[in-house]
C-alpha cells in the first residue's frame, strides 16, 4: 500500500522556512519534525 501524503497548513510550511532563515538546516529541521529535505526546499523556494 501506498503511503497518502501529509499534509501541512501554510502557517507550519511558513514556520519552517522561518527557522531555515534563522539559521537551522535543512537537515536538522528534517530531522526535528520528520520531514523530507527535498520538501523543505519546496517551501523554502514557495516562500
Known amino acids: 500500500m ?3 501524503p501529509r499534509k501541512y497548513t501554510e ?3 511558513k514556520q ?3 527557522l531555515h ?3 537551522k538546516t535543512v537537515i536538522e529541521l528534517a530531522s526535528e519534525y520528520g520531514l523530507v529535505g527535498k520538501t523543505i526546499y519546496r517551501w ?3 516562500y
Open 16 to 18: 519552517i522556512v522561518q
Open 2 to 4: 501506498e503511503k497518502e
Open 11 to 13: 502557517e507550519f510550511k
Open 21 to 23: 532563515e534563522n539559521g
Open 44 to 46: 523554502i523556494r514557495q
